[in-house]
């Protein structure tokens, strides 16, 4: 039986395992090699690695296409971004990765690109920015406003243009969306979240079914640099043979949070596409099989409130990041890279697998607390 047909939870377990020999292990062995002997396909510890064959062969098995790994989320990224011409344009989101905003807003300082920044929730903006793009880098949902686009409609609009199309999907997990099968060219993990899924590793991932720009993508790792470290790999295909069941767990938590801090007194607004009330539930719900585990609130009372409320949790870790197994909670204004449209009370949480019961009780005493 092929990867192809196996469902994606038993491909989380199987895929990127050694070959079945007697007495072999059921893990591959971590490969610590930077010099090898002459004669092989690899040559040299910058071109290849076991340990990312085997993360690259799984991840690649998940999201329908060819992976590379990289050294960082923001590392795969920036080899995208290589590989456009000077003066192309790009089309991204206005709330997003803030890592990506700054990146586009630096690039286009230096004059190696223009960048038109818009609402990836507003499909006829997004489309009426196209023409003369280069590049569309579309992010649904989106970090942190969760807001969805609508992925089918823009990567079939983006590509009959003759438009490439790039899609960070770090929250939605490919067990939830498959944008290379959609149409995109490129599809970006930011494997340090939910593929890895134990907040102990930096790492990124980039997968095409276009041989072409993989090559393209493969050369720019190799000369640039961005390589991932063997040990790294290693842990994160362990991280990624349980990502089905975290992924089960946090999404049954998020639902139920956001279900009951919607009815809280101290909330004014609860955003996570899984609740039938939110705006961007029915289009998430038409090509998305899950809603992931991330939702953002907002407050009442306003940012002081909102870094009170992060400060009192004792369960739930004042952090960023996310996607790992331990709940994280964060005001994400505080940071002065983040968007302007994001507001200033929102809070983000990543939402682990623990029991929902001592989540909402910590939730609860921090309100408390904080007021």
Known sequence: MSDRELSPESIVVSSGRPPIESDAGLNIDISMNATRHAGGPIGYGRYGNENWTALETAIGALEGGRTLVFSSGIAAISAVYSLLPIGSVVTASHQGYSGVTTLLKNLEASGRIEVRFVDVANTNEVLDSLPGSSLLWLESPTNPMLD?????????????????????????????????????????????KFISGHSDILMGSLSTNDPALFTRLEDARKFNGAIAGSFESWLALRGLRTLSVRLERGESNTLELAKRLSAHPAVSRVRYPGLVSDPHHNLAKSFMKGFGAVFSFELKDGAKMADALCSSSVLISHATSLGGVETLWERRRRWSGESASVPESLIRVSVGCENIEDLWSDIEQAFKNAG
Request: glycine share 8%; proline share 7%.
């Open 148 to 192: 969805i686009a609508d992925l089918p409609t823009l990567i079939s609009s983006a590509k009959s243009a003759g438009i490439g199309v790039g899609v960070d999907n770090t929250f939605a997990t490919p067990l939830n969306q498959n944008p290379l099968s959609m149409g995109a060219d490129i599809v970006m993990h930011s494997v340090t």
